[in-house]
């Protein structure tokens, strides 16, 4: 069965541009969360989706916002690149999300410029 | 706070038994887990320890959770230099999904 799976796995993009990040989960399970994890540093929460619904929020800005398709799939985006969104971001995927391990994709590796 | 502590660099030589430590703040946490990541790679669920159990043992891993003190361990035995890998110790706070992560302990295993 396949793994929680990420596209793109590198992306470079300038300041201020927009990105927009996709990640399938595993077959079965119906709940996305996204990290961020910056070199050097433990992944960082930044949203968690169950059914649709935004069931938790990290401390990122608004800049930073998602959404779940009803085939459970999810986008991250983010708006107004700053060099600091620099980082490696992780989908993880679980059957409800509460309480639930989490199973992480490879990542997406964003470079901004 | 918030933070989840880890010693940051451990060596051991292959066919030791290594032990990652890492220490929590949440005393309702539920779950812990243990993560590995390889270079260039996403995080791997090695195993996991509900908060009411005090050890959970799985082929070469075991976990110690002493919950008084707030310490969990990872101890991996016959340590091979594919174990070389950033080791993650995550809570789990019944907060929407979020998971807690410490900064990582990197394990170096030296033929």
């Known amino acids: 069965d396949a793994g929680v799976t990420q596209s793109p796995t590198h992306l470079i993009k300038t300041r201020g541009q927009h990105v927009t990040l996709r990640c399938s989960p595993i077959?079965?399970?119906?709940?996305v969360s996204w990290y961020q994890q910056v070199l050097g540093q433990g992944p960082q929460f930044i949203f968690q989706?169950?059914?649709?619904?935004?069931?938790g929020r990290g401390n990122f800005p608004d800049r930073f916002s998602a959404r779940q398709f009803p085939n459970y799939s999810s986008e991250l985006n983010v708006n107004a690149l700053l060099l600091g969104d620099s980082a490696l971001y992780l989908c993880?995927?679980?059957?409800?999300?509460?309480?639930?391990?989490?199973?992480f994709g490879d990542g997406t590796r964003l470079s901004i410029l | 706070g918030e933070d989840v502590e880890q010693s940051l660099f451990l060596s051991v030589r292959e066919g030791d038994s290594s032990v990652i430590n890492c220490t929590y703040t949440?005393?309702?946490?539920?779950?812990l887990y243990w993560y590995k990541q390889e270079p260039g790679a996403g995080l791997q669920l090695l195993t996991y320890?509900?908060?009411?159990?005090d050890m959970k043992q799985d082929q070469r891993l075991t976990v110690l959770l002493n919950k008084k003190d707030k310490h969990l361990s990872l101890r991996i035995a016959d340590t091979q230099t594919g174990d070389s890998a950033i080791y993650f110790c995550?809570?789990?706070?019944?907060?929407?999904?979020?998971?807690?992560f410490g900064q990582g302990t990197e394990l170096s295993v030296k033929p």
């Open positions: 993880a995927s679980s059957f409800t999300g509460e309480e639930q391990p989490q199973h």
């Open positions: 077959s079965g399970h119906k709940s």
């Open positions: 989706y169950y059914e649709k619904e935004e069931r």
């Open positions: 949440d005393s309702s946490s539920t779950y």
């Open positions: 320890i509900f908060s009411n159990m």
């Open positions: 995550a809570e789990s706070r019944n907060q929407g999904g979020k998971l807690i």
